[in-house]
């Protein structure tokens, strides 16, 4: 039906399928209890490409599409929401900024590493007063007298994968004056004087990916490690979103379907009251709605990975198609996974089955990468052209 | 030094399978690809790039003969790390037996030529005869060393291996060209990486037919020895389930044990 998901596409899919179930499965459980970051999954994914999927390979990626992207991303995801969202901040907050606003120099150097999974990257635009609203942030970034080195000071809040990072793509105020347009990009190395990082924060769901606090105390940024120009921060930050939305989209989706999927096992199997529940017409209407909101998710996202790869020919923005698909796949992943552990009764409240890690792992695809009232604010403004 | 891996495409293992009234059977897998690289084979092409990554192969070819339709096993083999894939396909080999189909496959090892080990799966899931490879063996005139778990080392052209067997292991040597089967004790078979599916996607796959090898033998249904009489799916088994109630557990135990003799299961 879909012709435009080829051959190679349904094998990066497979493979994608065949490394979660075979690898990823038996330890998924594990590390949501634990905590643990699954650094040794994290690097056999590099390997294997899932790191760099949309980077050419002369930059140490695959130099495939976003289709393909979605499709190992969503397989991941179906099995475990914590390798996604590694996986999607490698590959979307990292390297899809260093690609399309790097120098020649900074790929080599730091998006070869991440893309071929040999370092892990990161991106840090929100700060303990600052997450919506990028505008107010308070750490600063002061180019030094000599003009070589930007001087850089501030916390920064809730940076996935900064405590396993090599690189972190930074947003910090040049020129707070100037508000939005005042930001500017840089790349961090995590091993250098000035950098530290603050506790790993315990969090509710996607309990394996490490989320902390960073912490810059008079860092020294080289001014060739500037990405994009002065003041640009702000537009590479909305546009590395745009293509991070459609991949937290897949993430959402690949949770859905691994709840739909359980639950239909269930109300096959489960009996009561002498019948199959899902003899029952109000399962039925859960399964059904599911369902639909499932597929309904797949279109979206395929659209707006399509408007993606348009986009690198025509330069047309895919804020509105990205948005869309981010809000929808969120909120049908929030909706699948709760009607998952209706569907399951107490079996789906218990820890023996993964149905509360997926209600739990669902609900920062609402949070992250935009709030869904700042997706709804993105869409509606798309619409109307009022501010 | 060239190796060769022999693979064959099989079912998925939770295909679902339906035999129709003429014993036609046709298969799907509702979960995923109806058709896969027989499992057992992944330690064979494993092997074969290991022999080319660790003991200086040159190529680590992937052959089938089967439909066009196999060409998706090939793609994983080059995926996986295989420098190339040749699908041998001609009407005249459909229906063949394991002797048949062994009289092809050591043509088409004869046609690459300069081969030095061609590896194989112990067996595959679906005929599961295991013996295809000592038939091609046999054809070419090589050593079969079957059952292999470890290949201790190559030089001055042997080959020593060691082979996993029921009452032990044994460590064999053998002068080079030999046909190996493996066990799946002997690695670890390696995912395909998405930079290998790029290759196998931009990779040819050349078709040999029967005009393109010197078969020795004949080949194709006529020929076969072995003749599928009567395909049909077996009656699903009947069963009970019994639990043996008691209060103690030696009062279980003893209950249990007079049923088993009653059933003269012991
Ligand atoms: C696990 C996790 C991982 C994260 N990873 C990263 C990361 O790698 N990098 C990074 O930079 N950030 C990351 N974040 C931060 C995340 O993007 C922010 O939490 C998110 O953008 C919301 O910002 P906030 O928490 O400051 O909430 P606030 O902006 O304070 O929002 C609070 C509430 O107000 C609502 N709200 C705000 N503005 C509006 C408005 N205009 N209209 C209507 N409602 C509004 C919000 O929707 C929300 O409901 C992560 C967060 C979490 C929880
Ligand atoms: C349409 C059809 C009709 C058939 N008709 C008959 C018949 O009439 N009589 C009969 O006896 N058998 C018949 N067969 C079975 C066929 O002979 C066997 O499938 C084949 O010879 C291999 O035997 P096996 O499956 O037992 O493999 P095994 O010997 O168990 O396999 C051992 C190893 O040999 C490799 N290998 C096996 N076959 C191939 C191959 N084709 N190419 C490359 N490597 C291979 C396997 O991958 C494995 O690594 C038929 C098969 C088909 C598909």
Known sequence: MFDFITEE?????????????????????????????????????????????????????????????VLALEEICKVDASHGTIMSVNNSLFCHGLLKFGTEEQKQKYLVPVASGKAIGAYSLTEPMSGSDAGTMKSRAVLNEAGTHYIINGRKSWVTSAPYADYIVLFTMTQPEKKHHGVTAFIIETDKPGFSRGKTEPKLGIRASATSEIIFDNYECPVENRLGEEGQGFKIAMTVL?????????????????ALEASIKYAQEREAFGKKIGQFQMIQQKLADMKCRVEASRLLIYQAALAKMESAKTGRRYSLEASM?????????????KEAIQIHGGMGYSKEMPLERYYRDAKITEIYEGTSEIQRMVIARQLTGLR | MKVVVCTKQTPSTTAVFTVDANGHVSWDDPGGKPNIVNPWDEYAIEEAIRLKENHGATDAIALTVGSEESKDALKTCLAMGCTEAILVSDSAFDGSDTVGTARVLAAAINKIGDVQIAVFGNRAIDGDTGLTPVQVA????????TYVSAIKEISNGQITVERLLDDGKETVTAPLPVVISVVKEINEPRYPSFMGIRKANR????????????????????????????????????GSVEIIEGETIEEKVRKLVDKLFEEKVI
Request: net charge negative; hydrophobic share 45%; glycine share 10%.
């Open chain 1, 9 to 69: 596409h349904r094998m990066i899919q497979e493979a994608a399928r065949e490394f979660a179930q075979k690898s990823i499965a038996p330890i998924a459980a594990e590390h949501d209890e634990t905590g643990k970051f699954p650094l040794e999954t994290v690097r056999q994914m590099g390997e294997l490409g899932f790191m760099g999927i949309e980077v050419p390979e002369e930059y140490g990626g695959v130099g495939m599409d976003t289709l393909a992207y």
């Open chain 1, 242 to 258: 745009d293509a991070g939305r459609i991949g937290i989209a897949a993430q959402a989706l690949g949770i859905a379907e691994a």
């Open chain 1, 325 to 337: 698909a981010k809000l929808f796949a969120s909120e049908t992943a929030n909706y699948c996974a």
């Open chain 2, 138 to 145: 046999r054809k070419l005139g090589w050593t079969p060393l």
């Open chain 2, 203 to 238: 990779a040819t796959i050349p078709v040999w037919t029967a005009a393109d090898l010197e078969v020795d033998g004949a080949t194709g249904a006529e020929a076969a020895k072995v003749n599928w009489g009567h395909v049909y799916a077996p009656p699903p088994r009947e």
